[in-house]
């Protein structure tokens, strides 16, 4: 039953750590983290992103433009792309790392200390690339609600809002974050049993203590000599 919940656990942190995986990359290269509506152009809407500025109109249509210098960015999508491509490459070694300690696998299977060992590892990395992702959107959303309630800027100047790929970020986050917690969960807190040639091996012995030319043990024959004097009957 142990090994039995200890592969549940391994398998659903592996499902969840690689869905906030997919999602982190897919939020890194949508162009809608922030949102801008015109009152005064209802039929007009801007979307930002960390690569490119997009406007959408009704009559012509999605129109994107790619910005044209990282250094001239605001200093919260700077650093979001470095975190999130960061993120990225945490995320790919986890699952590497952790797939080779699952118990489900042959390969090493009794070095569970080992594959132990791995699954600690992966786990971690799932955390770091967990807050790289949590990180930058925390912040642009951050910034964002500052610029929104900004006093010194005029009520006639439009403010960006929260964009989908904000939502989409912060689940991926967590989702990276959860499935981490479940695989280092599934490595310290249950113990796999020991694989059943042991067992049996240990078994053998203990059943069958005899030599390798097939004549029994000094302890066991001296045991059944005992056995036949204390038997045998007494002469007078």
């Given at each position: 039953m142990a090994l039995v919940l200890r592969v549940v656990m391994q398998f659903v942190g592996l499902v969840l750590s690689v869905?906030?995986?997919?999602?982190?990359?897919?939020?890194?290269?949508?162009?809608?983290?922030?949102?801008?509506?015109?009152?005064l152009n209802e039929m007009e809407n801007w979307t930002l992103g960390l690569w490119q500025a997009c406007v959408v109109r009704d009559e012509v249509g999605r129109q994107c433009k790619?910005?044209?210098?990282?250094?001239?960015?605001?200093?919260?999508?700077?650093?979001?792309?470095?975190?999130?491509?960061?993120?990225?490459?945490?995320?790919?070694?986890?699952l590497l790392v952790s797939g080779s300690g699952l118990d489900c696998l042959r390969v090493g299977e009794r070095q569970r200390e080992r594959k132990k060992r791995l699954l600690i590892l992966g786990g971690v990395l799932f955390?770091?690339?967990?807050?790289?992702?949590?990180?930058?959107?925390?912040?642009v959303a951050h910034v964002t609600v500052q610029e929104f309630w900004d006093e010194t800027l005029p009520e006639v100047v439009p403010?960006?809002?929260?964009?989908?790929?904000?939502?989409?970020?912060?689940?991926?986050?967590?989702?990276l974050l959860l499935g981490g917690?479940?695989?280092?969960?599934?490595?310290?807190?249950?113990?796999a049993p020991l694989a059943a040639g042991r067992h049996a091996g240990g078994d053998t012995q203990a059943q069958c203590p005899c030599l390798e030319n097939g004549t029994a043990a000094p302890k066991a024959r001296l045991g059944q000599d005992q056995g036949a004097l204390f038997s045998a009957p007494t002469v007078l």
């Open positions: 869905l906030g995986w997919v999602l982190s990359m897919i939020t890194t290269y949508l162009p809608h983290w922030k949102n801008l509506n015109l009152e790619d910005f044209d210098s990282f250094l001239a960015l605001p200093v919260e999508l700077r650093v979001s792309r470095i975190l999130m491509f960061l993120s990225h490459g945490l995320g790919l070694l986890g955390w770091t690339a967990g807050v790289g992702v949590l990180v930058p959107v925390s912040w403010r960006w809002e929260f964009g989908e790929a904000l939502f989409l970020g912060w689940f991926a986050g967590f989702s917690c479940l695989v280092t969960w599934a490595a310290c807190c249950t113990q």
